[in-house]
């Protein structure tokens, strides 16, 4: 087992995930990349961080979740920090998404949601102490036009943080949210540069954000704020004020 702490990142191998466990190695964590699809770009983090581990599953499917949780417990034996950072961005408008379409959007939640219950059960209340910080999106907040089942996710996200700071009363187990606004992702290379213009023209810091600068928060948020829970932090360079 390492004496180092442990922080699992989800969806680790692309964007604002592969930040936060660049960041949080740099902190001294030893880090679960987790991925789903990315294994090449997983394994790249990894060889780039050092210390740390690759976990491969599928967040939609329960088993996949409660195996990888098993694998945890079997092989580093805890986690301290955890980062919700994986999910699915399913675009099309009310009147052509299909129920399927919504469906994989809602089973990204839930895998999160049980994810966070196995590791609080089997890992953070067994010794009193914690983080778990969520990565939800300032369009929870704002809304976004096409994206109205990751609106309501990322909403619902913001909304789990709060609930369940409150529900670990005095168990020492802090649980925040970073909401980033536009930053440079892979998910925001592909809109049409119309829109792209369109968006920072709302930005008073007048660019994209960096996958760095959420993942210096997230590492803030994993290391230091010790009298900051169910919190939203926003990162959107005046986007939105929260």
Request: proline share 2%; aromatic share 6%.
């Amino acid at each position: 087992m390492s004496e180092k702490p442990i922080a699992i990142v989800t969806g680790g191998g692309i964007g604002i995930g592969a930040a936060c466990c660049r960041a949080l190695a740099r902190e001294g964590f030893r880090v679960g990349i987790h991925y789903r699809s990315s294994e090449d770009q997983a394994k790249a983090v990894l060889a780039e961080i050092g210390d740390g581990f690759l976990l491969q599953a599928d967040l939609a499917d329960i088993d996949q979740v409660k195996e990888m949780v098993s694998r945890l417990k079997e092989t580093v034996g805890g986690v301290d920090v955890l980062v919700n950072n994986a999910g699915v961005a399913v675009n099309a408008d009310i009147n052509t998404m299909r129920i399927e379409q919504f469906d994989a959007q809602r089973a990204m939640m839930r895998g999160t949601w049980y994810l966070i219950k196995r590791v609080l059960r089997l890992f953070m209340l067994r010794k009193n102490s914690g983080r778990i910080i969520n990565i939800g999106s300032v369009v929870g907040h704002t809304g976004n036009a096409g994206q109205i089942p990751y609106t309501m996710e990322k909403a619902a996200l913001d909304a789990f943080t709060k609930s369940l700071a409150k529900e670990l009363t005095g168990r020492n187990i802090l649980v925040n949210s970073v909401a980033p606004g536009f930053i440079d992702t892979a998910m925001t290379e592909i809109l049409p540069e119309e829109i792209q213009q369109q968006i920072l023209a709302n930005v008073p810091l007048g660019r994209m954000g960096e996958p760095d600068e959420i993942a210096e928060v997230v590492a803030f948020l994993a290391t230091r704020g010790s009298y900051i829970t169910g919190s939203v932090i926003h990162v959107n360079g005046g986007l939105y004020g929260g």
